[in-house]
Each structure stands twice: as C-alpha cells, then as structure tokens.
C-alpha cells in the first residue's frame, strides 16, 4: 500500500512558479514509478509528468515540456514537480500518483492516487 499527499498549490499569476510536492508513506516507495496528472473543470484527467522509480527516467506531455521539471527524493519518500513559466491553461487539480516500476503515461495504469492540489494561474 502507498498513500499519496499532495501539497504546494495555490494561486499564481501568469509567468510565476510553483512547486509541487507529493509525500508518499510506505517502505516499496522507490519500487514505483511516480506521476503527475491534472484535471480540469469539464475536462478529462491528463497526463503531465513521470519519473521513473530511480530518478534517471523521466517523460512530459508536449504541453509542459520545457517548462516543468519532475524530481524525486527516494530517502524523503518525496516526488515534486516544478512548474516555471506558469499560464492560465494550466489551472487545474494536479494529482500524484504511482505504478510500479514501469513509467506509464495513462491514468488507467496507476495504482495509487493522492486526493489532489489546486493550482489556479490568473491572467
């Protein structure tokens, strides 16, 4: 079992940055590739970022890269996500979440889910 709790949104203007945190219990957290997704109001749950269980491994979607930066501390049981250069496009809940060993780009994959954290970027 892991349990998955996000933490670090908010509400930011348009250019600023935030950084995400997901805290993660459990020993087998390093046997888990971790991901990010976001949902917005209307819209289907997306796939933004994953790192791979060691950290060497990592893949974003199109509409991130170059912007966003996925780490991982395997000794604080920790994944974040950078977010730099931050637009109104990307308000949304963002959720952690973790597949073991295999990085994953689908929702469908996961077996762990945390409850979400809301970043709202204003205009």
């Known amino acids: 079992q892991v349990q998955l709790v996000e933490s670090g949104g908010g509400l930011v203007q348009a250019g600023g940055s935030l950084r995400l945190s997901c805290a993660a219990s459990?020993?087998?957290?390093?046997?888990?590739?971790m991901g990010w997704f976001r949902q917005a109001p209307g819209k289907e749950r997306e796939f933004v970022s994953v790192?791979?269980?060691?950290?060497?491994?990592?893949r974003y979607a199109d509409s991130v890269k170059g912007r966003f930066t996925i780490s991982r501390d395997n000794a604080k049981n920790t994944v974040y996500l950078q977010m730099n250069s931050l637009k109104p496009e990307d308000t949304a809940v963002y959720y952690c979440?973790?597949?073991?060993?295999?990085?994953?780009?689908?929702?469908?994959?996961?077996?762990?889910w945390g409850q979400g954290t809301q970043v709202t970027v204003s205009s």
């Open positions: 459990g020993r087998t957290f390093s046997s888990y590739a």
């Open positions: 790192i791979s269980w060691s950290g060497g491994s990592t």
């Open positions: 979440a973790a597949v073991l060993k295999r990085l994953a780009e689908s929702a469908y994959d996961y077996d762990y």
